[in-house]
């Protein structure tokens, strides 16, 4: 069974660092995009970030750019989303989401699998 599992949400000052890390399990890695959503208090879900299968390729929603990085390590079946210089506007709740096929996506309803979500709050 395909199961992706978000860590290392939590509570961040503005300007501070989070990384959140996406464990997979019950598939091979090497052949599903995988990228980030995330839902605002009140808002739709919104794509965060991508990495291609093979890490050649990622995107990024114009928020995030120069702000997170999206990493992937195959061999240990992780999705790393390091971010940086984080906002307020951050605030929500984090999903990794995978897709098997056409490549990385910020569509949100482009993607088969989600985990269950954490949550990340960056204080006022």
């Known amino acids: 069974q395909l199961q992706l599992l978000e860590s290392g949400g939590g509570l961040v000052q503005p300007g501070g660092s989070l990384r959140l890390s996406c464990t997979t399990s019950?598939?091979?890695?090497?052949?599903?995009?995988i990228g980030w959503v995330r839902q605002a208090p009140g808002k739709a879900h919104e794509g965060v970030s991508c990495?291609?299968?093979?890490?050649?390729?990622?995107l990024y929603t114009n928020s995030a750019k120069g702000r997170f990085t999206i990493s992937r390590d195959n061999a240990e079946n992780t999705v790393n989303l390091q971010m940086s210089n984080v906002k307020p506007e951050d605030t929500g709740f984090y999903y990794c989401?995978?897709?098997?096929?056409?490549?990385?996506?910020?569509?949100?309803?482009?993607?088969?699998?989600w985990g269950q979500g954490i949550r990340v709050t960056v204080l006022p």
């Open positions: 019950g598939f091979t890695l090497d052949y599903y995009s």
């Open positions: 990495i291609e299968s093979s890490g050649s390729s990622t």
């Open positions: 989401v995978a897709r098997r096929r056409g490549g990385c996506t910020l569509r949100t309803d482009e993607y088969d699998y």
